[in-house]
């Protein structure tokens, strides 16, 4: 059981909250739409030619850097990973990846 947080981000709920709505807020800006209401911890998908798993706060198999949260964009429309690079000279680097994941697991609610 994995309670949600997001990676350096204080626990207290009311800036995880506040944290985590300004990035959905920043992705509905990117993307024209708001993400779901999902709140993924691990996506295991395919990524050009390597499939591997993507979690928070762990390394990002393909770029580096952390993962710092991965959104659902909803029903066939892709997901968007949101990582810090590992020279942190940039706020947070987002990643639009394919809409078809082997297997998603959320954080506990």
């Keep these: 059981m994995t309670a949600f947080f997001i990676p350096g981000v204080s626990d207290d709920p ?6 985590y709505g300004e990035m959905q807020s920043q992705i509905e800006r990117d993307m024209g739409q708001r993400p779901s209401a999902r709140r993924i911890l691990r ?3 395919r ?3 390597v499939d591997c798993i993507a979690e928070v706060g762990r390394a990002d198999p393909v770029r580096g850097g952390t ?3 991965i959104f659902d964009m909803g ?3 892709p997901f968007v990973l949101w ?3 590992d020279d942190r000279m940039r706020r947070g680097v987002r990643e639009v990846l394919a809409c078809n994941a082997y297997a998603v697991s959320e ?3």
């Design 75 to 77: 029903a066939h429309r």
């Design 47 to 49: 990524r050009g030619r």
């Design 14 to 19: 009311r800036v995880l909250e506040d944290t």
């Design 107 to 109: 954080f506990d609610r």
């Design 83 to 85: 990582r810090q690079p």
């Design 67 to 69: 993962v710092m949260a």
């Design 43 to 45: 996506l295991w998908i």
